[in-house]
């Protein structure tokens, strides 16, 4: 009985579904394609879409997982047509990852490169900007970091992976800095009416200011101020 059902069984239904032997290349192609075009898609939505996995490490994940769960229950895709395609997602990982070894400019293409985000206390504002990144998310972050303003940061890096490392000040010379708390920035100023130092809202520098019209920011040429924190960060 079971070698009169293997006889009759088609094996090619199973192996290629309704395709013909000749698809193959197609496949290849198509997958090409595919790598190629995930990898601008995530490129395009920036590191913090990727968080703690490279985008390259995520491409092929999304190539492997749609290769392994199509066959499974979809009967028009054949066995033989995902083999194809986890090879060739294979063969573009390892050629891709040989070259990232070898070029520099070539890694950074395909998985970026860290950027520097806060510099003394001090958003880098055109760095910033170049990121997919709102503030509120960063204040976020700084905060479970146990950080409550700028000042007490030396510098903050994103990473290429979409983490954020940061370097802090001792705390002798932690500086006033942008407070960070929730709801710290709701109320701007653009009078002051008591000396002190005051931040700007939009990248963070800070001044000693009289009181009087608080003016235009050095750095930015924004005019909206807050009154500077130098709280030391508690560990």
């Known amino acids: 009985m079971l070698s009169i059902f293997l006889l009759k069984f088609d094996w090619k239904?199973?192996?290629?579904?309704?395709?013909?032997?000749?698809?193959?290349?197609?496949?290849i192609l198509r997958t090409a394609i595919m790598?190629?075009?995930?990898?601008?898609?995530?490129?395009?939505?920036?590191?913090?879409?990727?968080?703690?996995?490279?985008?390259?490490?995520?491409?092929v994940i999304i190539g492997l997982g749609s290769a392994a769960g199509d066959p499974m229950f979809n009967k028009d895709v054949g066995i033989v047509s995902s083999i194809v395609v986890f090879i060739v997602i294979i063969l573009l990982y390892t050629i891709v990852t040989y070259f990232i070894a070898k070029n520099k400019k070539f890694e950074q293409l395909i998985e970026g490169k860290s950027i520097c985000l806060i510099e003394n206390g001090e958003f880098s504002i055109e760095n910033f900007k170049k990121e997919n990144l709102g503030s509120d998310e960063f204040?976020?972050?700084?905060?479970?970091?146990?950080?409550?303003?700028?000042?007490?940061?030396?510098?903050?890096?994103e990473e290429s992976s979409g983490e954020i490392s940061v370097f802090f000040y001792e705390?002798?010379?932690?500086?006033?800095?942008?407070?960070?708390?929730?709801?710290?920035?709701?109320?701007?100023?653009?009078?002051?009416?008591?000396?002190?130092?005051?931040?700007?809202?939009f990248c963070g520098h800070?001044?000693?200011?009289?009181?009087?019209?608080?003016?235009?920011?050095?750095?930015?040429?924004?005019?909206?101020?807050v009154i500077s924190s130098n709280k030391k960060r508690i560990t």
């Not at 990898?39 to 490490?57: A, H, T, Y």
């Open 35 to 59: 790598f190629l075009t995930i990898i601008i898609g995530l490129r395009v939505l920036g590191k913090r879409g990727v968080k703690q996995l490279s985008i390259f490490e995520l491409v």
């Open 13 to 27: 239904e199973l192996l290629m579904g309704h395709e013909e032997w000749s698809f193959i290349l197609e496949i």
């Open 139 to 157: 204040f976020a972050e700084l905060r479970l970091k146990g950080i409550s303003q700028l000042g007490q940061i030396e510098k903050a890096i």
């Open 206 to 225: 800070t001044e000693s200011k009289e009181s009087g019209n608080a003016g235009k920011c050095k750095k930015c040429r924004k005019d909206k101020w």
């Open 171 to 201: 705390d002798e010379n932690v500086k006033y800095g942008l407070p960070i708390m929730p709801d710290s920035l709701e109320h701007p100023l653009k009078n002051i009416n008591k000396q002190g130092y005051y931040s700007c809202t």
